[in-house]
Structures are given as C-alpha cells and as structure tokens.
C-alpha cells in the first residue's frame, strides 16, 4: 500500500513537471506558424487624384498555412508598394508580394520569395466554425512590442456584421479577446487549428471580431484557380414581413414566412426570375423567416445571405417564392459580386483615382473613397443621399462630380465651383465619367455647357478650353489631364 502511494505521488509530480513542458512545446511549434507583416504602403489622394500621399508604414499578422502561403487581412496590406515579414521564432525579415487578395472579406495571400523562410516551419491547419462560448486565443504582433502576443477569450456571437474594411455584410464572430493595431490578420486558434482571422475591434472594452473559418474555406477554395471572383450578391432590395397588415396583403397563412421582394436591380440575371412584390419563402431549401433570417445551425440565425455568400460566382440558387397567391420554385446563376455593381462604389484599394480635366475643371466619379476625403459626416449631403439611395442604370452608370477649378482665364467667373454633381452636358445626360470625356472631346460646338444636379451652369469656349490644357498643366505641375 505504502509502494502505491509512492508511485502515486511520484506520477503526480512528473505531470507537474512535463505538463508545462509539453503546453510550451506546442506554443513553441505555433511561434513558427505566425508571422509579423512590415507593410510600406502609400495612400490615394481623392482630392487632389494626380498625387498620393506618404509612404507610410504598418504592422500587422498573418499564419501560415498549407502550400508555403501566409494568411493575412487584406487591409494589411492594401496599396502596398513594399513588404517584409519575420516569423515569430525568428529575427530575419523576408520580402514578400501579395499573391491573392480579397477586399470583400478583407483576406491576402502572401508568397515569400526566399522559400528557405518557411524552413522548419508547421503550416497550420483549419478547424471548424466555433460555437458560442467556445475558449478561443488571439495570436498576433500588437504595437507596443517585437514578441509574438497571446490573448485568450470566448466567442459570444456568430452574426452578419458590416467589415469595416468593404463595407460587406457578412458573418463575422465576436469574441472578448482584445485586438489591438498590429494584431489584425493574426489567427484564431481552437484546439491548435485555425478557426478565423482576427480583424477589427468594437465599440466596447475587449470587443473584437474575427473573420470565421467558413469564409477562409470559401477564399481558399475561389483562388484554386489562380484568380479571384468575389463573394455573389443577389442584387435585390428586401423588406421583413413582420408587420401583420402586411402579411395579410398579400395573402400569407400563419405558416407562412419569408421576405418580400422590393426592388430587383437589372445589373443581375435575377431580374429575370424575380420581381418586386415576390415573397421569398426559402433559399436553397432553407427557410427563411420573417425577419430575414435562417437558421443556419440549430438554435442560432443570421441573414438570409449566409446561403448565398457560401458559393462561388457560377454557382446556381433556389428561391421558393410566393406570387400572386400561388407558390412556385426558380433558379438562378449567382453572377455579380459584393460591392461590384453599386452607383457609388463602396471602399476601393490598390488603383488609383480616376479623374479628368478640362478647361481646369476637375472632374471625378463619385466614390466612398472621395466622399471619406473630408472624414466624419463632413462630405457635401448630395454626395451622401446618392451614396446612400441612388442605383444604377442604363442612362447612369455612375455619378460624375466637378470637384473644383485650377483658376485661369478659360474659366474665370466659375474658380469657385466646387463640389458639385454634373448632370449634363450640352443637355446630354452624363453617363459616366469616360462618357463626359467623349462628350468634350468631340465636341464640334463653340459653347460648352455643363447642367450642374443643384440647377447652375457653366458655359465655356469649347475650343480655348482644349488650347489651355498644357498651359494649365504646366502652370499646376500636373503631369496628365486624365487618368481613366
């Protein structure tokens, strides 16, 4: 009995020991998984679209993952003209470029040239979506230090959320571990595999999100054949059917649950298959409940998109929808992306503005990026109203703004126009910002007249504007008088 003790005691005390041990190992073999990012980036100027501003550098994190690939945020390394990396169990930086990037979803692919990097590395492997209240833990490079940092939370939420990098709604999980700069792009790791990417923080005190494993699997699985789609959009306006008066319009039984269809947008071939007024009722054969939402796993929801932004562009959808009082099933092919089609297109990366001048006029499509030039809720309120609620269409594939005038004598009497929407010129409507310069540029008229949205106009010399241009050029060391 003594003997048994003995040897109790005696296992007690090598667990002591080699447990800790072992835990170090494992955290040792993910310190050759995770890496720091160096990114030397410079920034678009909107407002004044020849220049750009810095450059300017950032840190950031990433993994590495099968196939001698780092896994990383995209705003990491968005407009970047330089990047290094180092891995968190080694001190030399190795140049790397972006293979593949992902604004939508705010996911990049890094390749290293010198693959001796990945010497001795693990790649790290997938796991599965978390479940709440799930221990999770944040690996990442924060500001503040050179080490490698861990921070350990619990998922408390699995929900579509607006990516502060797009714009996109999409499935983001919220967890109490902090995220600070420097840490976004690091993985998230359960049970030693990844199960997100660390992104943003929130509002509250150790509240950040991470981008979940199913979308990693999807961006994965869209770059298998070396290019990226993007993530489908359906290219509807939907309103809830909670109200009862409502439901009672249009005839639906207790039973009876989904969205209805307010507007359906030409730039899809859902066009062809929906119309406003449809009652959505399932999607891929799941339910869809009257506030938008399906169940995506028992006992939690999110939105309806959660069916849609799992495929790949190509792939077909099936709606059950309601029409005048009868149920009929259709099929469409998912064939425009996230933020791919909208009149004033949301957060842009890695191009450069586009602009045109004429006669020292600035002129400009309408953008986030212009709009986000003046910061908080400062842009001129027309710029926000079409941001907000004007679409596309034939006659207006985006929205040309005259943002200011370079004084000359061509334009004297107009230098203080700035800021404002263009409509039309020569009472031709203005279909684009390529269109406008077709309208100058062939112009055989002696007067130029520009309609402006807030009613003005501008009349010019068609021929003395197209003989100011180098004088303009010149005088304002601008190198071209478009970039298109």
């Known amino acids: 009995m003594k003997n048994s003790n003995i040897l109790v005691v005696r296992i007690i005390f090598l667990i002591t020991i080699f447990l800790p041990i072992a835990e170090t190992k494992v955290r040792y073999d993910f310190r050759s998984s995770i890496v720091k990012i160096y990114t030397t980036y410079t920034s678009p100027n909107y407002y004044r679209p020849w220049q750009v501003r810095g450059p300017y550098e950032i840190v950031g994190s990433g993994s590495i993952i099968n196939g001698k690939r780092i896994l990383t945020n995209a705003h990491v390394v968005s407009n970047a003209s330089f990047i290094q ?29 010198d693959e001796t990097f990945f010497n001795g590395s693990i790649s790290l492997e997938f796991g599965e979506l978390p479940r709440l209240r799930d221990k999770v833990a944040v690996y990442g490079f924060p500001e503040g230090g050179e080490e490698l940092c861990i921070t350990e939370g619990v998922i408390s939420r699995v929900e579509h959320r607006n990516y502060a990098h797009s714009n996109a709604y999409l499935l983001a999980c919220q967890m109490d571990a902090a995220i600070n700069p420097g840490s976004s792009g690091g993985p998230v790791i359960k049970d030693g595999k990844i199960i997100g990417v660390s992104f943003q923080a929130g509002r509250g005190e150790n509240v950040s999100y991470m981008i979940p494993v199913v979308l990693i699997n999807r961006f994965l699985k869209d770059i298998e054949d070396n290019k990226y789609d993007g993530i489908p959009d359906l290219c509807i306006w939907w309103n809830k059917l909670e109200s009862p008066d409502l439901r009672q319009k249009y005839g639906l039984k207790d039973k009876d649950t989904g969205v209805i269809v307010e507007k359906v947008y030409s730039v899809s071939n859902i066009c062809k298959v929906l119309q406003p007024d449809d009652i959505i009722l399932s999607v891929d054969n799941v339910k869809i409940f009257n506030d938008g939402t399906i169940e995506f796993r028992k006992g939690e929801r999110t939105s309806l998109l959660y069916v849609i932004q799992n495929k790949l562009l190509g792939e077909k959808v099936k709606f059950d929808i309601l029409r005048n009082g009868k149920i009929n099933t259709v099929e469409f092919t998912l064939d425009v992306g996230v933020n791919t089609w909208r ?35 400062s842009a001129p309120v027309s710029f926000y109203y079409h941001y907000h609620y004007s679409d596309p269409t034939e006659e207006r594939k985006e929205i040309v703004v005259l943002l200011r005038v370079l004084s000359d004598e061509v334009n004297i009497g107009y230098q203080e126009y700035q800021h404002v929407i263009l409509k039309s010129v020569n009472n031709e409507p203005v279909k684009s910002l390529n269109h406008l310069v077709e309208l100058c540029e062939k112009s055989n008229v002696e007067y130029i007249e520009f309609k402006l949205e807030n009613g003005e106009r501008i009349v010019v010399n068609a021929q003395k504007c197209k003989d100011a241009k180098n004088r303009i050029l010149n005088k304002y060391k601008i190198s071209s008088d478009r970039y298109l």
């Open 85 to 113: 990396v180092k891995r968190a169990d080694r001190v030399n930086k190795y140049i790397a470029k972006v293979e593949f990037i992902a604004h939508d979803c705010d996911l990049a692919i890094l390749k290293v040239e």
């Open 343 to 377: 009149l004033v297109p949301n957060p842009e990366y890695d191009k450069y503005p586009r602009y045109y001048i004429f006669g020292g006029f600035i002129f400009v499509p309408l953008t986030y990026n212009l709009i986000n030039e003046w910061g908080s809720d």
